[in-house]
């Protein structure tokens, strides 16, 4: 951690990745039609018709979102790696 903390190039590129793939991300999102609501470079809170559903879907497929227990129409959608974003490509997809 202290290393991270003085370290301005390594932050800035950081910042820069997770901005990168939080674009990407929300892209995947909007073609997926999903409707985002907020969130930050490390996650992204969205509207669905069915979170339930949706989330189910997506564990079945072995990507773990967050969903709110009393809340059917929210999820939270924690920025994925790579791997993990094209695997979720394939699953809002289908």
Same mark, same amino acid.
């Given at each position: 951690?202290? *290393? =991270?903390?003085?370290?301005? %190039? ?26 985002? !609501? &907020?969130?930050?470079? $490390?996650?992204?809170? !969205?509207? !669905?018709?069915? =979170?339930? =559903? ?7 497929? &072995? ?5 709110? /227990? %009393?809340? %059917? +129409?929210?999820?939270?959608?924690? $920025? /994925? *790696?790579?791997? =993990? $974003?094209? +695997? ?5 997809? $289908?």
């Amino acid at each position: 951690g202290a *290393n =991270a903390y003085s370290d301005l %190039n390594w932050q800035s590129a950081t910042r820069s990745k997770l901005s990168a793939t939080r674009e990407e991300l929300s892209r995947l999102l909007a073609k997926a039609g999903i409707e985002e !609501v &907020g969130g930050t470079d $490390l996650f992204r809170f !969205v509207r !669905v018709l069915d =979170a339930k =559903a949706v989330w189910k879907a997506l564990a079945n497929k &072995g990507i773990a979102i967050r969903r709110f /227990p %009393n809340d %059917n +129409r929210h999820l939270r959608i924690g $920025l /994925p *790696n790579s791997e =993990a $974003l094209i +695997r979720l490509s394939g699953t809002l997809s $289908l």
